[in-house]
């Protein structure tokens, strides 16, 4: 009958369709099935992780606290004599995961808590205070920063860049490169600003070092900061020493003197025992900086410790414009600025007293809600510079 051939055809379309429609929802479900579980295996991989990080810190926790001692002696037999931080000495067992030859006596080691045997070797010990005064990052001063000064810059550069970063040339001509420089000259003239220069221009590690830090309260605590100075410069190696206000520890020793001269007085003979011991210093090069080198101790001045000697003068006329084009560069000025008449009324300042005359005049245009700075700002930052003491020349006489 066609009436029923008809229903039936689309009966099985119906069915057909459904079929389809139900298969794409099991496919759906699978994917989103799939999905989840990718999900929940991602998780638990995640926490097995922070289960086996929690599972070895709780197993670091339950160890045993070590005891910390120095190496006094090793024994032909492999064993060590070894001073604790409790205070008696033992003869103790080695574990063999250390080597011999690293354990010599003044090592730093840690000792099980039970047996006594050394089971680590620890780093050396360092003052905080040394590992302040180690400059990560170089300075951001450069050569191209510093107003003439080309012969002292030039000297600087020979007698500590050029050790550092080609010292096969000094082995060829067959001598040995200057152990130290001191750099002299009145203040403002650019000793430090050529230090931190030299630390920005080369690789090395830069250490600086003010005089009165080497003065301690307790006797021998001086000596030892300068000996672990030297200690960390070597480790650092190629690095460089940078002693500033030198005069601070250097000066004359005298036969009178107080108990706190007497200190000031064995920091400087470990201070010359390491510029000029017996040990070889290697890749560690030394500057000092002072503005009053009458005073220092000869025994610091002999060759063989400072064996360069390097004077700061007061900047000329081409070194003040110099000066003064540096310090100008990045300031908002008036173009009708007269570099001739700003030479002639420093004549006395040193680079110091130029950039400070530079921030007054911005200062003084600063005052008057001016982002220019004009010719009578500078007449004006030099006078108040000069009245403060920064020069020899009367005020009356400045900037015609």
């Known amino acids: 009958m066609p009436g029923t051939t008809d229903a039936k055809d689309e009966g099985s379309v119906e069915d057909t369709e459904y079929?389809?429609?139900?298969?794409?929802?099991?496919?759906?479900?699978?994917?989103?099935?799939?999905?989840?579980?990718?999900?929940?295996?991602?998780?638990?991989?995640?926490?097995?992780?922070?289960?086996q990080t929690l599972r070895t810190e709780l197993e670091k926790l339950r160890q045993s606290p070590l005891i910390t001692a120095s190496i006094v002696e090793m024994l032909e037999d492999g064993r060590a004599i070894v001073k604790s931080s409790t205070g008696p000495n033992f003869v103790v067992h080695v574990t063999s995961t250390i080597p011999k030859d690293r354990l010599q006596p003044g090592a730093l080691v840690a000792l099980n808590q039970r047996s006594f045997a050394v089971t680590q070797e620890l780093p050396p010990s360092r003052d905080p205070m040394i590992r302040a005064m180690e400059i990560?990052?170089?300075?951001?001063?450069?050569?191209?920063?510093?107003?003439?000064?080309?012969?002292?810059?030039?000297?600087?550069r020979e007698t500590v860049e050029l050790p550092l970063l080609k010292p096969d040339l000094f082995e060829q001509v067959g001598i040995e490169p200057p152990k130290g420089v001191l750099l002299t000259g009145k203040p403002g003239t650019g000793k430090t600003l050529c230090a931190r220069a030299v630390a920005h221009e080369t690789n090395a590690t830069f250490i600086r070092v003010i005089g009165s830090e080497l003065v301690q309260k307790f006797i021998g605590e001086g000596a030892r900061l300068v000996r672990e100075i030297f200690m960390l410069a070597k480790e650092k190696a190629p690095a460089i020493i940078f002693v500033d206000e030198l005069d601070a520890v250097g000066s004359h020793r005298l036969d009178i003197a107080t108990s706190g001269d007497r200190e000031v007085q064995r920091t400087l003979m470990q201070l010359l025992s390491e510029l000029d011991g017996f040990e070889n210093r290697g890749q560690v090069a030394v500057l000092g900086a002072t503005n009053r080198p009458d005073i220092l101790d000869p025994a610091l001045l002999r060759p063989g410790r400072f064996d360069r000697i390097i004077d700061f003068p007061l900047p000329d006329d081409d070194s003040r414009r110099e000066i003064f084009r540096i310090h100008m560069r990045g300031m908002n000025v008036d173009s009708n600025i007269n570099f001739d008449q700003?030479?002639?009324?420093?004549?006395?300042?040193?680079?110091?007293?130029?950039?400070?005359?530079?921030?007054?005049?911005?200062?003084?245009?600063?005052?008057?809600?001016?982002?220019?700075?004009?010719?009578?700002d500078f007449r004006k930052a030099i006078?108040?510079?000069?009245?403060?003491?920064?020069?020899?020349?009367?005020?009356?006489?400045?900037?015609?």
Not at 136 to 143: K, R
């Open 383 to 400: 006078v108040k510079v000069q009245e403060r003491g920064g020069g020899d020349r009367p005020p009356s006489s400045i900037y015609c």
């Open 342 to 376: 700003l030479v002639v009324a420093t004549q006395s300042q040193s680079g110091a007293d130029i950039k400070t005359i530079c921030t007054e005049a911005g200062m003084f245009a600063i005052r008057d809600n001016r982002i220019c700075v004009t010719s009578d």
């Open 136 to 156: 990560e990052e170089a300075p951001d001063v450069s050569y191209t920063d510093i107003g003439g000064l080309q012969d002292q810059l030039r000297e600087i």
């Open 19 to 51: 079929s389809q429609s139900y298969t794409r929802h099991l496919e759906r479900r699978l994917r989103a099935l799939e999905t989840e579980k990718r999900i929940l295996q991602a998780e638990r991989s995640r926490l097995e992780k922070e289960t």
